[in-house]
């Protein structure tokens, strides 16, 4: 088992319940690939640097996961199918940092 | 109490996730700033780089441009 950080970056026109609908289909997978979400949060609606495939913003997603070295490749595989996932990041890391992240204390 | 504050905040490491501390190593093209001018130490450079980079990618910071 190896500890990854995990960005997903999700469509701007998605609706509440999409977006539900995509973390839980996400999660989904995880769980079926024998990984585990350790910690889960959202940053919200955030303004991109740039645009990335005509989205002047997106939904993130932040988690931590716990999953085998050889599946994160599959899941990331099929992250790249999900049109509606524009953009994804995942970091091996040795330990997970402390949560929550400066990300989410930012929104409230 | 104030200087322990800042001395802790100069001893973190930096990350993509918090991008403030980041933003003051950007030029005004966005940048990179070089070691001649940020005038951190090797070490820290690099991990700058990284953290920008990283930052980059996700559009948390821009290529180019303010």
């Known amino acids: 088992m190896a500890l990854f950080e995990h960005v997903l970056m999700l469509r701007q026109d998605l609706s509440s319940s999409d977006l539900k609908l995509q973390v839980k289909k996400h999660q989904d997978t995880i769980s079926e690939l024998k990984g585990n979400i350790v910690y889960k949060?959202?940053?919200g609606l955030r303004n991109l640097a740039y645009p990335i495939k005509n989205n002047r913003k997106a939904f993130y997603e932040f988690m931590n996961i716990e999953i085998p070295n050889e599946n994160i490749e599959i899941m990331n595989s099929k992250l790249n199918l999900?049109?509606?996932?524009?953009?994804?990041?995942?970091?091996?890391?040795?330990?997970?940092?402390?949560?929550?992240?400066?990300?989410?204390?930012?929104n409230e | 109490m104030e200087k322990q504050e800042s001395l802790k905040k100069i001893n973190k490491k930096f990350d993509y996730k918090n991008?403030?501390?980041?933003?003051?190593?950007?030029?005004?093209?966005?940048?990179?700033?070089?070691?001649?001018?940020?005038?951190?130490?090797?070490?820290?450079?690099?991990?700058?780089?990284?953290?920008?980079?990283?930052?980059?990618?996700?559009?948390?910071?821009?290529?180019?441009?303010?």
Request: aromatic share 10%; hydrophobic share 35%; charged share 30%.
């Open chain 2, 19 to 66: 991008i403030f501390p980041l933003k003051k190593y950007l030029s005004e093209n966005g940048k990179i700033m070089p070691r001649r001018i940020s005038y951190i130490s090797m070490k820290k450079q690099k991990d700058l780089a990284l953290a920008i980079k990283r930052a980059r990618y996700l559009a948390l910071l821009p290529y180019s441009g303010k």
């Open chain 1, 41 to 43: 949060e959202s940053w």
């Open chain 1, 82 to 106: 999900n049109e509606s996932i524009i953009r994804y990041l995942s970091i091996k890391v040795k330990k997970f940092e402390e949560t929550p992240t400066p990300m989410s204390r930012e």
